[in-house]
């Protein structure tokens, strides 16, 4: 579920390392990254950090993620997230940056929603009339 994710690997319980690859504007770039699980109350919340380095620069970020039950007998999910990038690909500018993240952590809960109801197609499977592929 992590966006341009190449290789993951579970180093520990709560812990993961990744190949990740990402474009910004036109630049694209492969990125190290871990994943850290933190403060873990199962099965409503969670604490998740991130890290990733490469040849453009770094990226770091941490967020909340709370899972409530809701009275139609569905699941609410809630998050909170800050992230902090820099290196070359800061040089894209602020603005560009934040709408980038912003359409990353997207496709993050989006494959989560996904993968937490595999039977449920997308917006985008159900309007064009294929798969979650």
């Known amino acids: 579920i992590v ?45 998740m950090v991130g890290k990733g380095e ?6 770091q970020g941490e967020g ?16 909170t997230y800050h ?9 894209v500018g602020q603005r560009m940056l934040g709408t980038v993240t912003k359409v990353l952590i997207g496709q993050f809960f989006r494959a989560l929603e996904h993968r937490m109801t595999p039977g449920k197609k997308s917006f985008w499977a159900r309007w064009f009339g294929g798969s979650d592929v």
Do not use: H
């Open 83 to 91: 992230a902090n990038v820099g290196g070359k690909i800061a040089s």
């Open 64 to 79: 909340v993620i709370a899972l409530t039950a809701t009275p139609d007998g569905g699941t609410e999910l809630t998050y």
């Open 3 to 47: 966006p341009g994710c190449q290789r993951l690997e579970r180093v520990a319980d709560d812990r993961f390392e990744a190949e990740v690859i990402i474009g910004v504007a036109g630049i694209r770039g492969a990125w190290r990254a871990s994943i850290e699980l933190k403060d873990m109350t199962q099965p409503s919340s969670l604490r």
């Open 54 to 59: 490469g040849t453009l620069g770094f990226g």
